[in-house]
């Protein structure tokens, strides 16, 4: 008997259909050694050893489905240049499906550059355009999702606030996989959480939680009260409060909140460490989990993923 095979929920993720939709991103690394600091200015000179590449974002939530053997059908935008292109032949190369991926001429691939130092990261470069779609992009893109909705088990949305999942583009996309019963899994950004209502599972962390809320989190009784208000924000959907050493904390129903420890044991990154919760929450919820074991599973998938450096992906073995 493998290793996936011995949990029966891992066992079914294999071949499970999912919708991506959300913001991706080309990962980018500088990876080298500093022996010095410049004359020019007081920063370190990095010797520049290796480069490397990664699915970010959105695209990162459907490279952890192809890890865990789903099947992933990304829906975003992606601008007409070179990292564009990269994080297509990405994407192809483990078999994620991105022909949902718009190309547009006046709008750059969103690109995160990492300057890795002695396994320390020394500067990040960002290149990207937050401005909200045009109507017309919009309608393409909620065009090739409701193509393909009815062909998939769940949906995930990954908003890391880049301009593809406006407030339409949200309720639109939670509204088709509502009529098809699909389960819908959020990784939300910014303080509009009502664009939100309606999907199955919401999951915050802390940070955002105290944005949206205006106040700050200390202790359990102030993480009960918070889990509380979300859900009302969201109009009685489920909300998995993502805590990092604190673990996770899931609202559901009229029940207790369920507290899941966090089991990580060495934290070198926590990139896309939301990413990979995001993938196993709907891989588990598109294999008839309860919310309770996908947050379970989830939490032993974050734990992993922190133990590697740079963005990364988590494998069925593994978990």
Request: some cysteine; proline content about 4%.
């Amino acid at each position: 008997m493998t290793e996936q095979t011995k949990n029966p929920l891992l066992s079914s993720f294999p071949g499970k259909n999912i919708l991506v939709i959300g913001d991706v991103m080309l990962d980018e690394y500088v990876w080298g050694d500093v022996h010095r600091i410049s004359p020019e200015a007081p920063v370190p000179v990095v010797e520049v050893q290796r480069r490397s590449h990664a699915c970010g974002g959105a695209a990162n939530v459907a490279a952890n489905v192809a890890s865990l053997k789903g099947r992933a059908f990304v829906a975003s935008v992606v601008g007409e240049d070179s990292q564009g292109l990269r994080l297509r032949e990405m994407l192809a190369e483990i078999g994620v499906d991105a022909k949902g991926l718009l190309t547009l001429d006046d709008r750059p691939t969103s690109s995160k550059l990492r300057v890795i130092a002695h396994s320390q990261q020394v500067v990040r470069v960002d290149s990207e355009q937050t401005s909200a779609l045009l109507q017309n992009e919009e309608d393409d893109l909620l065009g090739r999702v409701e193509e393909r909705i009815s062909d998939v088990d769940a949906c995930a949305i990954s908003d890391y606030g880049k301009g593809v999942v406006s407030p339409r583009v949200a309720r639109l996309v939670i509204q088709f996989a509502r009529e098809q019963n699909k389960p819908v899994v959020v990784d939300p950004k910014g303080t509009d959480f009502s664009k939100y209502r309606g999907a199955t599972l919401v999951t915050p962390n802390v940070k955002e939680a105290e944005a949206i809320l205006g106040i700050e989190l200390r202790g359990e009784q102030a993480i009960a009260d918070a889990g509380r208000s979300l859900r009302e924000v969201l109009d009685g959907g489920n909300v998995l409060l993502t805590r990092g050493a604190q673990g996770m904390s899931l609202f559901s129903g009229s029940a207790q909140p369920r507290h899941i420890p966090a089991i990580a044991k060495n934290v070198y990154d926590v990139t896309g460490a939301g990413d990979t919760v995001l993938a196993v929450l709907t891989l588990a919820l598109a294999s008839g989990a309860s919310l309770t074991d996908a947050a379970k599973l989830a939490n032993v998938a974050a734990g992993l993923v922190v133990g590697k450096l740079g963005t990364s992906t988590v494998t069925l073995s593994e978990l």
